[in-house]
């Protein structure tokens, strides 16, 4: 199946700075890709829908100016965490989908970013 | 996109068959089933989708009832390393577009020895 790949795998800040974490389709183009967010113990939660070339739509309850989503490429989309708490900690996961090919509508997830916010 | 039910957890003895139960009562005719898998600290996996017919793959066979309201996940014969959190998901596939997936509880899948 297609590869996404996520960078970094893991990652500690200190509370109040700002972290990035990158989503890549490597073998194929996503128009469109997705970042969920998942606690312990949890399901997995989806923050918003990274379009590439326009605003990202996010969820209801999910701040915008916190969570900043940049979709440059066909092949990237960026998450950055800004001024990041301790309560931000969590596993970050993102999802897209091959916009050529067949049809068959799944979706390849990365492999998560674990952000632990000290 | 329909809601699902799945059990919170089941044992399954390696070399076995692992049937995992989903229940969909309020699925749309357009709407198709999806399970993903998600093995601890790692992103979900694509396992198998269907509309209404039964399909079978290299990973598992999905057995969708005739009135679509429920639907079972087979792994023919378990290992280890299927132990994971399950996820049944019922959505809309509309061409040309990429619509989300929206995860449920899923079971947890303890494969023993």
């Known amino acids: 199946g297609a590869v996404v790949s996520q960078h970094p795998s893991w990652v500690i800040c200190k509370s109040g700075t700002s972290v990035k974490i990158e989503c890549r389709s490597l073998?194929?183009?996503?128009?469109?890709m997705f970042w969920y967010r998942q606690f312990p113990k949890q399901s997995l939660m989806l923050m918003a829908t990274?379009?590439?070339?326009?605003?990202?739509?996010?969820e209801q309850g999910v701040e915008k100016d916190k969570f900043l989503i940049n979709h440059a490429s066909l092949t990237l989309s960026t998450l950055t965490v800004t001024s990041a708490h301790p309560e931000d900690s969590s596993f970050y996961i993102c999802?897209?989908?091959?916009?050529?090919?067949?049809?068959?509508?799944?979706?390849?997830f990365g492999e998560g970013s674990r952000l632990t916010v000290l | 996109d329909a809601k699902t039910t799945q059990p919170t957890s089941m044992d399954c003895a390696e070399g076995r068959a692992a049937n995992l139960p989903c229940n969909h009562s309020?699925?749309?005719?357009?709407?198709?089933v999806y399970w993903y898998r998600q093995i601890h600290s790692q992103g979900p996996q694509y396992i198998i989708h269907?509309?209404?017919n039964n399909e079978t793959n290299e990973m598992a066979s999905l057995i969708i009832t005739e009135d679509r309201k429920s639907s079972t996940l087979i792994l023919p014969h378990a290992t280890l390393r299927d132990t994971a959190v399950y996820y049944c998901?019922?959505?809309?596939?509309?061409?040309?577009?990429?619509?989300?997936?929206?995860f449920g509880t899923g079971t947890r899948l303890q494969v023993t020895l």
């Open positions: 073998d194929f183009q996503a128009t469109t």
């Open positions: 269907g509309l209404k």
């Open positions: 999802s897209a989908r091959d916009r050529g090919g067949w049809n068959t509508g799944e979706l390849f």
């Open positions: 998901i019922v959505r809309r596939l509309i061409t040309g577009t990429a619509s989300k997936l929206t």
């Open positions: 309020t699925i749309s005719g357009n709407e198709y």
């Open positions: 990274s379009n590439e070339g326009s605003k990202a739509t996010y």
